[in-house]
């Protein structure tokens, strides 16, 4: 059984090591010899490259705040006010998601086409011209990016709300703690190390995703991974493609960092790990 | 940093200070009431959600059955494309494929994932924290920024894209998720249930067949099924790793797409969302169902013991 650990890394680990090396051949293949020209070449362009990378860093971050400020309320009712039905609407909640992301990105494709269903509503009811449509802009990405993500936030959350001890709350409120002070001194605290598992799962495959942009998104919405995934589906220069996948996947990491650690400094001892006894 | 004693006692040191009759032992007369309106309220917001969620599948559905070939107005009711997607080979063909894939991916993760998670419970001496963070390494890195890592390799010793690595890919992406399932299951068991098998003269074999592994059927099944939807699901992987000519479900809708407005793609999404709605909401009744059963079996056994 040892081998299968083994297999894991080879097949994880190794690949994202070898990345770096990959990074630093001279292209269009990986047989080049060595010689960080990709590198240069990045580097010599930030305005480019660094304006993406933020794009697809801010759509990530965006995103999962969108699905934490949509999820928490759907995770708090879930948890406090439904027992019976509670699983159907999970269940709701995330079968379409179990399809295809293809066919959710193609259906938010028709849904917001110029002269579709919702332009033509909008129109109708005076809000906006039907050929006026958020489709091939940043803001198209955006709205799919949280669409697409918001089941599993609002399973990292619920998760986390339902462990909220009720008495707490109870005790809270006898001693004179209003709505939002019990949302702000003992609920949030308690759903942060949910919120944080969301964020992981949401905002690192937004930041890395690619079709989404490159369906809805056209060039206002283009993203760094949609540049990644070209340099390997359409240019052929691989050595870039992993340089840039470096970049991205640094980015990420420290951003993800960055949150962590200011949540534990704004709330001391929400994210220390408890041991299940 | 503050600590947290201290925080707490800023904090009920900024409360008001209250009159004891707004304690909550003596309900207030409404409360009862408004008690039921909150709690209306926040069920509005879960179908709020669900049909905000649903708008674009179901327009999609109906757009299915609208006669005009680029998703224009007035509505004309029409089965049509439905005949069209059966004689749509591409798309079947493609179907087939990505189910055999997501079914072999899915067996294999499932077989070396439940060894790989015995195999950290029970004979890691060094605890299975390295290879928990690991996993959870693995499952959160871009399939986009993996899958193009995996790609790369295999060009370097000459494998290229391949149904080989195709596979190999979808099963690195997919085994982490049948491990940590079993994983956590295996730690909710405890090794209580399979020693008492062992002191009543059971081989170490017998007491893990008859006594363990009935046990982990339900996660192991549970792990098997997430493989098996992410293979399914996994177009990055299938989009930088199949070999040229070997579309997959979601590369054949993705080239589809492309062109924009398609009536086949309206049937076939609204063909496999039904189909999913379907099955998951029938395992959801199942699986009720056996709740329900054991639910009472272990309200009996309760009963029997307090007696």
Redesign the interface.
């Known amino acids: 059984?040892?081998p299968?650990?083994l297999?894991?890394?080879a097949?994880?680990?190794?690949?994202?090591l070898?990345?770096v090396y990959?990074s630093l051949l001279s292209g269009p293949?990986?047989?080049g010899p060595v010689t960080g020209g990709e590198w240069q070449v990045i580097a010599s362009n930030p305005a480019f490259y660094g304006r993406l990378l933020v794009r697809s860093l801010v759509l990530g971050l965006a995103a999962a705040v969108l699905t934490v400020a949509?999820g928490m309320?759907?995770a708090?009712?879930?948890s406090?006010?439904?027992t019976r039905t509670r699983?159907?609407?999970l269940?709701?909640?995330i079968?379409?998601h179990?399809?295809?992301?293809?066919?959710?990105?193609?259906?938010?494709?028709?849904?917001l086409?110029p002269?579709?269903?919702?332009m033509?509503a909008l129109g109708a009811a005076g809000v906006t011209q039907a050929s006026e449509t958020i489709l091939f802009t940043r803001w198209a990405v955006l709205l799919m990016l949280a669409?697409l993500f918001?089941?599993f936030m609002v399973m990292a959350l619920y998760a986390a709300v339902e462990r909220i001890d009720t008495t707490m709350l109870?005790a809270a409120?006898?001693?004179?703690?209003g709505r939002w002070?019990r949302f702000r001194?003992i609920v949030f605290p308690f759903t942060l190390p949910g919120i944080m598992a969301g964020l992981?799962?949401v905002f690192?495959?937004a930041?890395?995703?690619?079709?989404e942009a490159q369906?809805l998104g056209g060039t206002d919405g283009m993203m760094f991974?949609t540049l990644?995934?070209e340099q390997?589906?359409r240019v052929n220069n691989?050595p870039r493609?992993?340089a840039m996948?470096v970049i991205?996947?640094a980015a990420?990491l420290a951003l993800l960092t960055g949150v962590r650690v200011t949540a534990q400094?704004s709330f001391?001892?929400a994210l220390r790990r408890r041991r299940a006894t | 940093m503050t600590a947290p004693l201290e925080r707490a006692r800023r904090a009920v040191s900024t409360m008001p200070d209250h009159p004891a009759e707004s304690l909550p032992t003596a309900p207030r007369p409404g409360a009862a009431a408004r008690h039921r309106r909150s709690r209306r309220a926040w069920i509005a917001w879960l179908w709020a959600v669900l049909a905000l969620v649903y708008i674009p599948v179901l327009v999609v559905m109906a757009f299915s059955f609208n006669a005009s070939r680029y998703g224009t107005f007035p509505f004309e009711f029409t089965t049509e494309w439905y005949g069209e997607l059966s004689r749509n080979t591409a798309l079947i063909d493609a179907t087939i494929r990505s189910l055999g894939l997501s079914t072999t991916v899915a067996a294999t993760a499932a077989l070396i994932g439940t060894a790989l998670a015995l195999w950290m419970v029970r004979f890691t001496r060094f605890g299975f924290a390295p290879f928990v963070a690991l996993l959870t390494t693995a499952i959160t890195i871009p399939w986009l920024i993996l899958s193009i890592a995996m790609l790369l390799v295999a060009n370097a010793v000459g494998l290229g894209r391949s149904i080989p690595l195709l596979f190999v890919g979808s099963l690195a992406v997919a085994m982490p998720y049948v491990v940590l399932v079993v994983l956590s299951r295996l730690q909710g068991l405890g090794t209580e249930l399979e020693l008492a098998a062992r002191s009543l003269g059971a081989r170490p074999v017998t007491a893990f067949r008859l006594v363990t592994l009935p046990l982990l059927s339900k996660a192991v099944l549970g792990g098997t099924l997430l493989a098996f939807v992410i293979t399914f699901n996994n177009f990055p992987v299938h989009f930088f790793l199949a070999p040229f000519g070997f579309n997959t479900l979601p590369m054949e809708i993705y080239t589809f797409v492309r062109s924009g407005y398609d009536p086949d793609i309206n049937a076939l999404a609204t063909v496999l969302i039904t189909f999913a709605l379907a099955v998951g909401l029938t395992l959801l009744l199942v699986a009720r169902r056996r709740n329900d059963a054991t639910g009472s079996a272990g309200i009996q056994q309760l009963l029997v013991e307090k007696g």
Not at chain 1, 207 to 211: K, L, R
């Open positions: 059984m040892a299968s650990g297999l894991l890394g097949l994880v680990v190794l690949p994202l070898l990345l990959f293949g990986v047989d949509i309320p759907t708090w009712a879930l406090r006010h439904t699983s159907l609407f269940a709701l909640l079968i379409p179990l399809t295809s992301s293809l066919l959710l990105i193609y259906a938010m494709y028709v849904l086409a002269g579709g269903p919702l033509t669409y918001l089941p109870e409120r006898s001693l004179g703690a002070q001194r992981v799962i690192t495959p930041a890395g995703s690619f079709v369906i991974g990644i995934s390997i589906s691989q493609a992993a996948s991205l996947l990420i400094r001391p001892g």
